[in-house]
């Protein structure tokens, strides 16, 4: 008696997927909580470094918090990390931050903000910056249109959040900035021109700011075709999504600012009620592996080799 047996293709197919299948691979790239009270990355690898962006007096720093002095002026800081390249569609690049707020907390509309850019290789990023509306810096590209040399401005996108103290209220919005030689301000995130706002308008999610309270936000980046991206931010539970065609894929800093009398009152360092701490920054890239060459040379060999055969398998019995 002969047996035919024709499941040899579903096996094969599994063994195919099994092999081309491989999971996800995650590597945190910043991971700071200033442990050594510095704003650089010394002797930790994971550390960052943090720069000011628009005034020399923006930051502070002490063991286990990193301040952003705003108070009664409008000042940012960023950090220079290593250059990610989303290049596959499925990669990921998210910063999480944690921070308190001081004892006074203001209101206004994209009051604060987050941003993630890429450097274009500017050395001169990586160092304290000063900028302001009457002394731009072409470090962050400073365009014809606002009077500047026609520097092309940095690729990137902010996430800017309303903020107020009554639950609902508030809004969170993606703008992205023009990476074009025109409208580039030279400012970096300290003003909304030069940026193109693509997020709806209206509410999106119960969130507030409430004084000397902790939060929990987060940027991610994730690519999802050959041209877009999909944005997604967070503060506590409020979550907001868009997607955009980018203009670069890669992303080697985050920012951050806050409006005049937003958070704080005085605007000098080590001075209490002066700006939010934040008490951990973590920068995450989540890569999309592409199988191995071997691997799908294998596989394609094998199911070849049985395909050929007929995917038949015999049994005798006397």
């Known amino acids: 008696m002969t047996r035919t047996l024709r499941h040899a293709p579903v096996v094969v197919l599994a063994m195919v997927g099994a092999i081309l299948t491989t999971p996800l691979t995650?590597?945190?790239?910043?991971?700071?909580?200033?442990?050594?009270?510095?704003?650089?990355?010394?002797?930790?690898?994971?550390?960052?470094?943090?720069?000011?962006?628009?005034?020399?007096?923006?930051?502070?720093?002490?063991?286990?918090?990193?301040?952003?002095?705003?108070?009664?002026?409008?000042?940012?800081?960023?950090?220079?990390?290593?250059?990610?390249?989303?290049?596959?569609?499925?990669?990921?690049?998210?910063?999480?931050?944690?921070?308190?707020?001081?004892a006074t907390v203001g209101s206004g509309t994209a009051g604060f903000r987050a941003g993630l850019f890429d450097t274009l290789g500017r050395a001169g990023l990586n160092a304290d910056v000063s900028s302001s509306s009457g002394t731009p810096n072409v470090v962050y590209g400073w365009g014809t249109g606002a009077g500047g040399p026609g520097t092309a401005g940095l690729p990137g996108y902010m996430l800017d959040m309303d903020v107020g103290t009554t639950t609902g209220s508030n809004d969170l919005s993606f703008r992205a900035h023009d990476p074009g030689t025109v409208?580039?301000?030279?400012?970096?995130?300290?003003?909304?021109?030069?940026?193109?706002?693509?997020?709806?308008?209206g509410l999106d999610g119960a969130f507030s700011f409430a004084p000397n309270t902790s939060y929990t936000g987060s940027l991610s980046l994730t690519r999802i075709s050959a041209t877009d991206m999909q944005?997604?931010?967070?503060?506590?539970?409020?979550?907001?999504?868009?997607?955009?065609?980018?203009?670069?894929?890669?992303?080697?800093?985050?920012?951050?600012?806050?409006?005049?009398?937003?958070?704080?009152?005085?605007?000098?360092?080590?001075?209490?009620?002066?700006?939010?701490?934040?008490?951990?920054?973590?920068?995450?890239?989540v890569a999309i592996p592409e199988p191995s060459g071997v691997a799908v040379a294998l596989a394609l060999v094998g199911l070849a080799g049985i395909m050929r055969r007929g995917c038949i398998v015999k049994e005798e019995t006397p």
Do not use: C
């Open 231 to 285: 944005l997604t931010g967070t503060l506590g539970a409020a979550t907001h999504t868009v997607t955009d065609a980018f203009d670069s894929t890669n992303v080697g800093m985050l920012a951050f600012w806050a409006n005049s009398n937003i958070f704080g009152s005085p605007s000098t360092p080590n001075t209490p009620d002066n700006g939010i701490d934040f008490s951990n920054v973590t920068i995450e890239f």
């Open 26 to 102: 995650a590597a945190v790239i910043v991971n700071d909580s200033w442990a050594d009270g510095g704003r650089d990355d010394g002797a930790d690898p994971q550390d960052a470094n943090w720069w000011t962006s628009a005034s020399s007096s923006g930051i502070e720093v002490s063991v286990g918090s990193l301040g952003m002095v705003t108070g009664s002026s409008g000042r940012g800081i960023h950090a220079i990390f290593p250059t990610q390249n989303l290049a596959n569609v499925g990669d990921k690049l998210v910063a999480t931050y944690t921070f308190t707020t001081p």
């Open 183 to 201: 409208a580039p301000t030279g400012r970096l995130m300290g003003t909304t021109t030069g940026f193109t706002q693509i997020s709806p308008t």
